[in-house]
């Protein structure tokens, strides 16, 4: 496997770079005040004037959808492999994704409708989403059952004529909040009779169709996370058209784990960026502040935790790499093991790295001073996102104990 990039990633790469720098590092704090501002206002979930300015620069940049490989809609997309060392910059900054046409949950959602809407959908929903018009949600987790078995789930679609009913309840609905969201994937029961993994459908709702009630928002960690949002929200005799389900019924898992191969990677490539920037801010802090007579970073504690820190990012960035190379090689079900362990590594290995670089930085480091408890919130989040850790080592361990099992004769 042959990690090196290629003359367009490479110039994309220092491209992308120099964007950051000129761009979005200079206007972090200008997004904290505009969403205070907004809070004030009464609006927390007003989309914010500095990331709508950005967008236009990015396109022009030719930094624009590059997540959709093999796509006529986004012929600037890339390989997962090309990707992974773009999305790892975009991550270096919590919101800096969506500049760029590349943040969760579109990019799931866009993946998902190009493999597997009709042509009248994509023409209705992902070309506005491709142009970053408007915005979508995934609706799948529901309050009232242990979701991370998705079996669990009872929202229930039910067919009635030309058209399907929809009653159930969601919530962490990421992106409900924006009010540019404009359609949602549900996932819900089509039958639930049916085999344990055929009772499941994934169809597409109008966030504006008559019987959706946004409940609330919820909170992560104390952070309302406006303006993205995780709502919670209510679908009471919903109806759709038919021609709205996805593949047709019964093949939302098979849906589920075309969507959630590259949503979980991406979250892993930004990971890695998160836990690079934290450590070249743990440096920088570790320099610049003397304690005790001599700098923190003349404490063998902090060079101990900076040399944990380069191996486990460096570890973690490889491990990205395979899964994203095997992705676009044998394809995501041939490297779902590669998928479920970088799952479990990256958000853990940057949750560690931002840890010391806040105990780096002392108390301004959980204050709004730096970007790290924001990004520690997030990145503790994703042990829950697209799965928790523990399904992910249940069904890696399943898939090695499945490599010693004796042949059947």
Sequence with gaps: MNFDYSPKVQQMRERLLGFFDAH??????????????????????QPTRVIEELK?????AGLWNLFLPKSQRAPEGLSNLEYAPMCEIMGRVVWAAEVFNCSAPDTGNMETLERYASESIKDRWLEPLLRGEIRSAFLMTEPDVASSDATNIQCSIVRDGDEYVINGRKWWSSGAGDPRCAVYIVMGKTDPQA????????ILVPADAPGITVERALSVFGYDDAPHGHM????RNVRVPAGNILLGEGRGFEIAQG???????????RSVGAAERALELMCARAVARTAFGKTIAQQTVTQERIAEARCMIEQARLLTLKAAHMMDTVGNKAAQAEIAMIKIVAPNIALKVIDWAIQVHGAMGISQDTPLAMMWAHQRTLRFADGPDEVHR??????????HMPKAP
Excluded: D
């Design 56 to 60: 236009p620069l990015a396109r022009a």
């Design 259 to 269: 969507r959630l191969g590259p949503g979980r990677i991406h979250h892993c490539m």
């Design 195 to 202: 085999p344990r993994h055929s009772q499941q459908s994934m």
């Design 394 to 403: 249940n069904a890696l361990a399943k898939l090695e104990l499945g490599r």
């Design 232 to 235: 919670e929200i209510e679908l």
């Design 24 to 45: 979005i590092y200079p206007n972090e704090a200008r997004y904290l005040a505009e969403i205070e501002a907004n809070r004030a206002a009464g609006n927390a979930w």
